[in-house]
């Protein structure tokens, strides 16, 4: 069994959140903020087709020896050291 950690993505849920926020910025500022480099080192949230490709991968038989692991799908918000 293998563990996908996902951290922002672009989702229906940000966009609501920034709909239900009392501001006047631009969803693009809003996600910007959300990802400046200090929360998201690759300064930047990720799309839903990046998380799609990972879970797709560990699904296929390329990834038939992968077992036992987590991945961190986070644009290296929980760096592994």
């Not at 949230?45 to 799908?73: H, M, P, R, W």
């Amino acid at each position: 069994m293998n563990a996908l950690m996902f951290g922002l993505i672009k989702s229906g849920h940000w966009e609501r959140a920034h709909a239900n926020a009392d501001s006047n910025e631009s969803y693009e500022v809003f996600s910007q903020n959300m990802s400046d480099g200090r929360q998201i080192p690759l300064g930047r949230i990720g799309e839903t087709k990046e998380f799609a490709n990972i879970a797709c991968f560990l699904a296929s038989d390329q990834a038939g020896y992968i077992t036992g692991t987590s991945i961190n799908v986070d644009g290296a918000s929980s760096p592994v050291v």
